[in-house]
């Protein structure tokens, strides 16, 4: 299967106004298939990117399930779990390979609130305790720190890290979880904030090389 054919696949999934077979047609239809031009088509919700490469995901409501072959699973624990600067040693060294996808959810969900993929020297651009910095790659502003937090942010909105970010524009596309011991694993999953020990919230890693 192509990667233009599950592009076409996910804007279905997480298009609003597909709910009857001629509105479900119709979105399947809107999204280009191998030959066209998608420069113009794709919304910042899909696949950012036009060939088979998967440089950038930066998607609502994800269906893991969907992500092209190669990704696996290889971490996830919910909010309440602490985070410290031994356990992200540990996360790393399960979460090896070339890609990361960080991702959140409620507990119960099988879709990801929000995730977002990149590079591993991408996702893992060390910020320390700098509290507007980011790493842009492809769209999406990375922030890391093992002692601090880690998250991502939409690509030209401005960090607010004190220790994790707690900006408002764009919530939806911010996740953030504290990093170095700090109480619980806390703390966002786009809009949903103050998520510090929740036990209902799950955090997600996938890899790919």
Not at 68 to 81: F, K, Q, R
Not at 82 to 91: L, R, S
Request: negative net charge; charged residues 15%.
């Amino acid at each position: 299967m192509s990667f233009k054919f599950l592009k076409r696949v996910l804007h279905l999934f997480g298009n609003p106004l597909a709910t009857d077979i001629d509105n479900i047609l119709q979105a399947f239809l809107e999204v280009p298939y191998d030959n066209e031009d998608t420069s113009e088509k794709i919304s910042p919700c899909d696949y950012e990117v036009a060939d088979d490469s998967t440089d950038l995901l930066d998607e609502f409501n994800l269906y893991p399930n969907s992500l092209p072959g190669g990704w696996s699973l290889c971490y996830n624990g919910t909010y309440a779990d602490n985070m410290n600067t031994g356990v992200v040693a540990i996360v790393l060294s399960s979460c090896n390979k070339a890609k990361l996808l960080l991702g959140c959810r409620p507990i119960n969900n099988v879709n990801l609130t929000i995730a977002a993929m990149g590079s591993r020297s991408d996702v893992l651009y060390n910020c320390s305790s700098i509290a507007n910095c980011t790493n842009i790659a492809n769209g999406v502003g990375w922030y890391f720190s093992d002692s601090y937090s880690w998250g991502f942010i939409k690509g030209g909105d401005t960090a607010t890290r004190g220790i994790c970010d707690t900006g408002s524009t764009n919530a939806i596309y911010r996740l953030c979880w504290f990093t170095g011991g700090y109480v619980g694993g806390g703390y966002r999953c786009g809009a949903s904030t103050g998520l510090n020990s929740d036990v209902n919230w799950e955090r997600i890693i996938y890899h790919s090389n």
